[in-house]
DNA sequence: TCTCGGCATGTGCACGGTCACATTCGCCGG
DNA sequence: CCGGCGAATGTGACCGTGCACATGCCGAGA
């Protein structure tokens, strides 16, 4: 039986080492490549490792530097693409790095959610944190727990402008809603995410913003919580007045629930209602009619996020940090208003 | 000054030990909550830990225990509402159970990412593994790199029944069939996913008995890759000869992608072509017309995941196991063929 | 020739927990 | 009155790494 209870154990730096007659040390020299080492000796140590199959032993290692690689990922709606996608880049873009991901998602956005979540993440000793979720709470808490990481949201605002990374949302929505102001609209209904989400409230933003450089009036904005349903619900309650000729949703899935709300009341969509989304998720050229949108890199989000996270771990030197411009995505939901 | 260099460092079980005026052993006692212990000793010990904000070291305990309580996550595909679905619900499962989730994306299938991605996790001396990504190929270097934890695949597969945990998406494609050769259908195309994908195998298996069960003459399934793009390219590829009155899509982008080309054909939905999807996304309900698909609850998915997995790793009593079943949702892109 | 400095390497301890094995103490049965 | 047992707690080692410091060696400069 030439294998017996193979099964044992990993080997260690030491397992290496005596195999490679030279000490522990100078193996752990070998894995953080320290320069003062014979290159035979490197290699001979090398050749063991490759041998024993040596794996570093990560909880070890993180015990003694006290420094876990970990960043960590409060996300509130991972379900859907954006975040989806951004929480993918970060990954793609930390593990490049050598670190590793951790994600917390929470359902709901209470207190008591984000806490937990939060205090899991915390547990793990994360290096960094990155948040996609309605900030305004979850930063509360993050003071109320006393973690002490550097962080950054993935969303616009104004208030914390070290940390916070996105895409220009203000220009998005300026972009869109001149869009529709282009094309000759004056009555145009703004159906914007939930408040707490910077993103939603930029977004209205500059919806607003635009509006009044433009000398068009303002409707309120209606509240909404970014899902079809909801757009189909709304568009429902304001068609029944119909005061409009051109809605901007705060999102694609709303916009998409809005087309379905136009079109159950027997109108064609652009004629007699043009409709403007955001985000252009892979789907929204293939809606009925194809959906005119605004574009954000979501993977670059993703990408730049771990880079200005990684800058404050390591102390580099100031990162390039800037909004990324988003696109208009002109297609087919949007056009002159009848009259 | 009443608080100096507060930024010290965390507290250690042997702090709160010296406070509590106990040893650093029943302090981990208690920590474990082991039975001999008694209450006024554990309680002091309590409020020394409140006090000192205590909060054990993951790392120091993975160290000797050897355990990280870590599953890792290795996805393909995480930015689709599926996928995304079921990997929030693992989080929180496994949160619930104490255990960390760490996930690794790759965006593409070759051997060489998938080698990448799971050498990262297991470099993290992972306890389990969930895989939602093409699996044969997964599987081959899982075997390579002698990775050797519990492992669950989040799709359908006979191959290997143990470690495979699904919406039984055999039974829900022969749903989808039947509901259309119930409607009359006697040509209807399959719209399948990647074949790599165990998922998109069982569906295309699915669709393939329940049309010789019903002896319907069977054509060739065209190989897609989940997009709406896709389908929308592979629709007008279709309708060049128009020989169908129904699609069967493999999932419900695609059945977008679909029905986009088919109205650009200047036909109408179910009148001149029915479609019908699979996995119920949110928006479905909102797509022109709404899609008639089939639901899989993913969320439930996630959570038997780590149930399977957790009773792998701290050897439970047998699970339930068994697979989940689908819904057929009837909506309104589907009806009886015209002639 | 002796000292000094830098390179290559080794020695021992620390990190923060858990585990195996004492140790103390009170109580009970013979 | 003594031995034994179990509850409650303490002692020291150990997990696998990195760090501070020591050591030996070799060449250059005094």
């Not at 070998?30 to 199959?53: A, G």
């Not at 990155?130 to 950054?152: G, M, N």
């Amino acid at each position: 039986m030439p294998e017996e209870l193979q099964r044992a154990k990993a080997p260690s730096i030491r397992d290496v080492a005596r195999l490679a007659g030279v000490s522990h040390q100078t193996v752990s020299r070998v894995l953080n490549n320290h320069p003062s080492i014979r290159p035979e000796t490197k290699q001979r140590v090398l050749d063991v490792m490759e041998r024993l199959q040596y794996k570093p032993n990560r909880a070890a290692r993180a015990l003694v530097t006290s420094r876990s690689r970990t960043i960590g990922i409060l996300s509130a709606s991972s379900t859907q693409y954006g975040p989806a996608s951004s929480i993918a880049a970060i990954e793609e873009a930390a593990r490049a790095s050598g670190y590793w991901v951790s994600t917390a998602n929470i359902e709901s956005v209470d207190a008591r959610s984000i806490a937990d979540g939060l205090a899991h993440l915390a547990a793990q000793g994360i290096e960094g944190l990155v948040v996609i979720a309605p900030q305004v709470r979850v930063f509360d808490t993050l003071a109320q727990l006393s973690i002490d990481v550097p962080y950054v949201s993935l969303q616009s605002t104004g208030r914390d402008p070290d940390h916070a990374l996105s895409v220009d949302q203000i220009a998005g929505a300026r972009m869109a809603t001149r869009h529709l102001i282009g094309l000759g609209h004056r009555s145009i209904y703004h159906l914007a995410g939930p408040q707490d989400w910077i993103e939603a409230e930029a977004r209205m933003r500059g919806f607003l913003e635009e509006m009044s450089a433009q000398d068009v009036p303002t409707t309120a904005p209606i509240l909404g919580d970014w899902t079809a349903d909801f757009g189909y619900w709304a568009g429902r309650e304001l068609l029944t007045v119909r005061d409009f000729t051109a809605i901007f949703a705060s999102n694609d899935q709303m916009a998409l629930g809005l087309m379905h709300a136009v079109r159950d009341a027997g109108l064609e969509i652009p004629r007699d209602v043009s409709i403007i989304g955001f985000d252009d998720i892979p789907e929204a050229a293939h809606f009925w009619p194809p959906l005119t949108t605004v574009r954000q890199d979501f993977a670059e989000l993703g990408r730049r996020c771990v880079a200005l996270l990684l800058g404050d771990i390591e102390d580099w030197p100031d990162d390039q940090g800037g909004t990324i411009v988003p696109e208009l995505i002109v297609r087919d939901s949007t056009g002159r208003p009848a009259f």
